[in-house]
């Protein structure tokens, strides 16, 4: 089973730090968690930061560049997401998601991915 869960996520005040896990506890390849995703007001999800899932690339959204770090644990099938000097407007519903097929470059578009997690709210206080 692919079952991708998010986790770390809670309410923090501007300027302080968190980090996302989100990990496929159904153990498969298919689950691969390699792109984080965002959501404001039930709009489309917005690209945040991913990892390709061929070679490792990452990729990162231009308003969180120097702030954010993605990264993955391989041997763990983790996927992590550093956030750093958040600001009230990183306030969102952060998914994870996984595409069942791989590529040397991180997909953008969320309407490409098949499984996607339930989501963990990250609130950032002014």
């Known amino acids: 089973q692919v079952q991708l869960v998010e986790s770390g996520g809670g309410l923090v005040q501007a300027g302080g730090s968190l980090r996302l896990s989100c990990v496929d506890s159904?153990?498969?390849?298919?689950?691969?968690?390699s792109t984080w995703f965002r959501q404001f007001q039930a709009k489309e999800p917005e690209f945040v930061a991913g990892v390709a899932r061929i070679g490792g690339r990452t990729d990162l959204a231009d308003s969180v560049k120097g702030r954010f770090t993605v990264s993955r644990d391989n041997a763990k099938n983790t996927l992590y997401l550093q956030m750093n000097s958040l600001k009230p407007e990183d306030t969102a519903r952060y998914y994870c998601?996984?595409?069942?097929?791989?590529?040397?470059?991180?997909?953008?578009?969320?309407?490409?991915?098949?499984?996607w997690g339930q989501g963990i709210q990250v609130s950032v206080s002014s």
């Open positions: 159904g153990g498969t390849t298919m689950g691969y968690p």
């Open positions: 998601a996984a595409i069942s097929y791989s590529t040397d470059y991180v997909v953008l578009n969320p309407r490409q991915y098949d499984y």
